[in-house]
């Protein structure tokens, strides 16, 4: 089993950075640092977004809405995965949930991601 915490979430003005962390435990926590981990987000009423994802190879994937301002990055060391927002806007306000997909190699769809957090809620204020 894998147990995924996220941290970092808050209340921010727009225009603010942030960096959300996702730190894994358990058994197989390790397969944090050796499968693909993607970062999603859910605003009231609408559904679970697809903002980034990092392979095993450390290639990076972003969704349009936050290409150029969110990066999400990995240290092993650590077994965790950072996600830096920059540049932040209200419409980013959500709850932020980190994922381990089932292999090495990441995607958007949630059905590729095994292990979920239990999120952690961002709030922009305009």
């Known amino acids: 089993q894998v147990q995924l915490v996220e941290s970092g979430g808050g209340l921010v003005q727009a225009g603010s950075s942030l960096r959300l962390s996702c730190a894994a435990s358990g058994r197989n926590g390790r397969t944090l640092s050796n499968n693909a981990v993607g970062w999603f987000r859910q605003a009231p009423g609408k559904r679970r977004e697809y903002i980034a994802s990092?392979?095993?190879?450390?290639?990076?994937q972003y969704a349009e809405s936050v290409q150029g301002r969110f990066a999400i990055s990995r240290d092993r060391t650590k077994n965790t995965v950072f996600l830096q927002m920059n540049s932040l806007e209200p419409e980013d306000t959500a709850t932020y949930y980190c994922a381990v997909a089932r292999t090495a190699y990441s995607g958007s769809d949630t059905s590729l991601y095994q292990y979920w957090g239990q999120g952690t809620q961002l709030t922009v204020s305009s």
């Open positions: 990092i392979s095993y190879n450390g290639r990076t």
